[in-house]
Structures are given as structure tokens and as C-alpha cells.
């Protein structure tokens, strides 16, 4: 089915986990500041605990429990599909660009696009349509005219 | 306490992760992939977290301090300049080349799929190359 030229994949879409499971990002994110005044932006996070930055303990928790998250899913439950698209050299790009690229843009998924866009900061505004925009056509280009 | 909160909030948003799809690059590269067979589910996930998120931080804006006494720590800048868009589409581009951002690279690496590491040990030398770069420039 197609709409506007958009063939939408209709097998893969899950549109009631997606929503749960971003009420429980955005549940997370909520008491984080709530409780501990600070953004849940991931990238941040990561950069200032490698940096030793203010509030150490406090981020490195959070991080813990971010990596802990696999496991504890795996007390109750099988994992969901872990799949990917990419070799070795590619994830070692993709890597060196996602660690360059947040952190001289201030943020990533997290930070920009569910903790900015919700208090609508304009710098995570343009830095969420900045990314994403980039991710459409990096997509694009790869899948669509390089590769088939 | 604030530590037991901040562990809590690190889990729940991993949990949130897995469930919501986004730890599955495959299925985030069809997120990004509007002229293939599009699966718009992540979008979703933005919607669900901005409806859940948004009045707590609207709430948190105004605050001082956190309810267990913690300064209220919310970015107040505003303007626009090359490093963030820059940045940013440098970051956009490696999400698009692999289908991983920070927050479900560090959800999953712990599952067991040796890919992640490498993507993990890469990302965070990126970012150890912009604390140097940093350093250097402020010297």
C-alpha cells in the first residue's frame, strides 16, 4: 500500500510496542529530572562520565542501568530481534561519526530528539531535523544508489 | 537516593529501548529508508516519549531544584551555530550508515552481538577525539 509514493511495510510496522516502549523512554527521561535534575541525554551522558565532569556517580548509575537493561529483560523474557545490516568497517564508521558527530552537536536521539523536542529548544529542534534529514539521505544514498 | 533514582531511570530506558524496537538496527535502518518498504514504528517512539516527557520537563523548567534537592540542571541556550548543525549531521550519517545511536548502542551491548562493541569502542573513541581536539583548541 502506498501513500504519497511512500510504500509504508506494513509486516514490520508495531505501532503499540513502539508507542509503549516510547512511553517508557519518555517515563525514564521524566524521572530523571525529576529526581536527579539532569537530561536523559545519552551522548552527554557518556562524553561528560569519560571527561570526569560534574556528577560522575549520578551518570554513571544511569549508564549502568542503561547496560544492565539486556540482562534484566533477560530474567523474565526472551530478547526481541537484535539484527545488523552492516560489516566491521562499517560499524567502525558509523561509530567514529555517531561519537564525533554528538558531541559537537550537542546530543543525540535522546537528548535532542526526545528531551529538546519536548521542551521545544530550538537548537534540538534544528539539531533533530538536522540529523534525521541526514539519516534519511545517507540511507538513500547507500541502499538506493550505491548499493541494491 | 538520588543515585537508586538515577540507576532506576538508566534501566527503565533501556527496557523502554528493546521494547519500543529501537535496539534492532535492521529495524531502525527501515525507519530511515523512505523509499524502500518504510516502517514508520519509530516515529511512534518519539510520539509516545515527547507525550510522556513533555510535561515533566515543562514542570522541571521552572524549578530550582529537583524533588530530592538536586540543582535543576536544563541546557538554556538558544542560539544556533555550525558546531551543532555540524554535529549533528556528521552524527546523522553514521546513524544512517549502521542504524545504531548512543542510547541503544549501550542497550544492547551487553546481549551478546560482537557488532556492538566495535560500534561501542569506535563511538567512544570519537568522542575521546573531541575531548583532545577540545583541549587542544582551548590551549
Known amino acids: ?148 | 537516593m538520588r543515585k537508586l533514582t538515577a540507576l532506576l531511570a538508566g534501566l527503565l530506558f533501556g527496557i523502554g529501548l528493546l521494547l519500543a524496537g529501537m535496539a534492532n538496527p535492521t529495524k531502525v535502518l527501515g525507519f530511515l529508508d523512505l523509499a524502500g518498504a518504510w516502517d514508520p514504528s519509530l516515529a511512534l517512539v518519539m510520539v509516545g516519549a515527547i507525550a510522556v516527557a513533555a510535561g515533566p520537563l515543562a514542570w522541571a523548567k521552572g524549578r530550582a531544584q529537583s524533588l530530592l534537592g538536586a540543582p535543576m540542571q536544563i541546557p538554556a541556550k538558544r542560539e544556533l551555530d555550525p558546531r551543532l548543525i555540524g554535529g549533528s549531521l556528521v552524527f546523522g550519517i553514521g546513524w544512517g550508515i549502521a542504524g545504531i545511536c548512543p542510547g541503544p548502542a549501550l542497550a544492547i551491548l551487553l546481549s551478546g552481538h560482537w557488532q556492538v562493541s566495535v560500534f561501542v569502542l569506535a563511538m567512544l573513541a570519537g568522542m575521546l577525539l573531541f575531548t583532545a581536539l577540545e583541549r587542544r583548541r582551548s590551549h
Open chain 1, 1 to 148: 500500500m502506498s501513500i504519497d509514493g511512500v510504500a509504508i511495510d506494513w509486516l514490520n510496522f508495531t505501532p503499540w510496542s513502539s508507542l509503549a516502549g516510547g512511553a517508557l523512554i519518555g517515563l525514564a527521561a521524566s524521572l530523571f529530572v525529576l529526581f536527579n535534575g539532569r537530561i536523559a541525554g545519552i551522548s552527554g551522558l557518556l562524553g561528560s562520565v569519560l571527561e570526569g565532569g560534574e556528577g560522575r556517580a549520578e551518570k554513571g548509575l544511569f549508564l549502568l542501568g542503561l547496560l544492565l537493561a539486556p540482562l534484566v529483560w533477560g530474567l523474565f523474557s526472551v530478547l526481541p530481534t537484535i539484527e545488523f545490516q552492516s560489516g566491521w568497517l562499517g560499524l567502525l564508521v558509523a561509530g567514529l561519526l555517531v561519537g564525533v558527530g554528538t558531541r559537537y552537536g550537542s546530543g543525540c536521539t535522546s537528548g535532542h530528539g526526545v528531551c529538546g523536542v519536548s521542551r521545544l529548544s530550538p537548537r534540538s529542534l534544528v539539531a533533530t531535523f538536522t540529523f534525521m534529514a541526514a539519516g534519511f539521505v545517507t540511507v538513500f544514498v547507500l541502499r538506493h544508489l550505491l548499493g541494491g
